[in-house]
């Protein structure tokens, strides 16, 4: 027996007769405004990592001790009062905070694409590649063989 449409349910067919791409073909203005979207949010989590040292280092300076636990608890305070103040989710916060302990701590000195470093110099892991950042930025993959894992140069 053929089932038909409910009186409720348009037919499948139904529309106004335009034609329209599939929902899964993502228009070049759409790319435009997802990768716009994506800036906005690299830049904000670039200016509130460098709020986060600024704090950083006004408690590391008040402090006088720069060994591993007085960089720990300098970061804690300048992400408390962060957080505090609204200015950082908890869980933002954090990963700032675990990036700042990274880029002050020596002996670390990997890092991945996607991750914000500090101004600084990193090589690519894989062709060696160097790439010069002035100021805070979010690490992309190596211009020259596209890999994701860098060393930061002394």
Same mark, same amino acid.
Not at 7 to 12: G, K, L
Not at 15 to 41: F, T, W, Y
Not at 73 to 96: F, I, K, V, Y
């Given at each position: 027996?053929?089932?038909?449409?409910s009186?409720?349910?348009?037919?499948?067919h139904?529309?106004?007769?335009?034609?329209r791409?599939?929902?899964g073909?993502?228009?070049?203005?759409m790319?435009?405004?997802?990768r716009?979207?994506?800036a906005?949010v690299?830049?904000?989590?670039?200016? $509130?990592y460098d709020?986060?040292?600024? !704090?950083f280092? #006004?408690? &590391?300076?008040?402090?006088? %001790?720069r060994?591993?636990?007085a +960089?720990?608890?300098a970061?804690?305070m300048?992400?408390?009062?962060l957080?505090?103040?609204?200015a $950082?989710s908890?869980?933002l916060?954090e !990963?700032?905070? #675990?990036? &700042?302990?990274?880029?002050? %701590?020596p002996a670390?000195?990997? +890092?991945?694409t996607?991750?914000?470093?500090?101004?600084g110099?990193?090589?690519?892991?894989?062709?060696?590649?160097?790439m010069?950042f002035? !100021?805070?930025?979010?690490?992309?993959?190596?211009?020259?063989?596209?890999?994701t894992?860098?060393?930061?140069t002394?």
């Amino acid at each position: 027996m053929k089932q038909t449409d409910s009186p409720r349910t348009p037919p499948a067919h139904a529309g106004n007769g335009k034609s329209r791409a599939p929902r899964g073909d993502v228009d070049a203005r759409m790319l435009d405004r997802i990768r716009a979207a994506a800036a906005i949010v690299r830049i904000r989590q670039e200016a $509130l990592y460098d709020r986060l040292a600024e !704090r950083f280092h #006004a408690h &590391l300076d008040a402090g006088g %001790d720069r060994g591993r636990e007085a +960089r720990e608890a300098a970061a804690q305070m300048a992400l408390e009062q962060l957080t505090a103040s609204g200015a $950082l989710s908890a869980p933002l916060g954090e !990963r700032l905070k #675990a990036f &700042l302990l990274r880029d002050h %701590d020596p002996a670390v000195r990997h +890092r991945r694409t996607g991750e914000i470093t500090s101004a600084g110099t990193l090589s690519c892991v894989q062709c060696g590649a160097a790439m010069p950042f002035a !100021r805070t930025a979010t690490i992309p993959p190596c211009p020259r063989c596209a890999t994701t894992e860098f060393a930061k140069t002394p």
